[in-house]
């Protein structure tokens, strides 16, 4: 069960990359890439039965060693009931005698652990906690990706990327290709490549967060909000903006 765990300080409980990053090095561990339509099955929990990924999970492989069942949107499961007679009752079972050749991979950002689910791997698979890395382990992942590649970049590159890109780690890649694509023919990033490349994310965030204001768009409004807060920017910088806004629109309201 990849799921949430508790972030460091102003960072999110659940780092959806990084669950996908070490999904992906199951898959490449046990499943040949030729063998992808008999080794691994994924379902979305939003849209199948959990009876249907239990006995998707309890047949045997063919012609392959072991299978991988993934579902996505698990968060969907965590949250029934369990009760007699719940569509959840027959993943229960599956997970009280877990079958040896399949991987039963649950992909939750949000998990109750005083749920039956959440017990049920805790006591007979494993829970792989993903929030948000702080700085220095952002700094580490970011420089591995580029090493990987025979790619350097100095410590003020990489403070300018976080501060224009912000904590999540899609956003990240994005930036990190856009400079590798910047850079060709040269193994070393710098400050300028950075601000040469790699908008400057939390700004154009800002500038959504006024227009959905100035247009009454209150769901909008709070999704550009929370953008924001995840890339730790601070209150006041958020409410000069806003501030700005309203000065200029009571200008051109009095004109």
Partial sequence: LFTAGKPPWKKED???YLADEAVDKIIRAYVDPG????????????????GRVAEEAMTLP?????????????????????EKRSPVLPLLECL?????????????????KRKRLYKAFEKNGMIVECPQLDDRALENWIRKNLSDLNITIDSQAIATLIDRVGSRLSDMKNALNLLISYVSGRNKITEA?????????????????????????????????????SMNIVPDEIIGTINWLLENAYRAHAE
């Fill in 14 to 16: 659940y780092e959806p």
């Fill in 35 to 50: 063998m992808h339509d008999l080794a691994l099955t994924t379902f979305y929990a939003d849209e199948t039965d959990p």
């Fill in 62 to 82: 063919f012609l392959v060693k072991k299978r991988i069942v993934l579902v996505r949107n698990a968060n969907a499961y965590m949250e029934m009931a369990t």
């Fill in 96 to 112: 009280e005698s877990p079958p040896e050749s399949t991987i039963l991979i649950l992909l939750a950002p949000v998990a109750d």
């Fill in 193 to 229: 490549d950075v601000l040469a490349a790699c908008a400057d994310v939390a700004e154009s965030t800002v500038w959504a967060l006024t227009n959905a204001i100035a247009q009454s768009d209150t769901g909008a409004s709070l999704e550009a909000l929370h953008e924001l807060i």
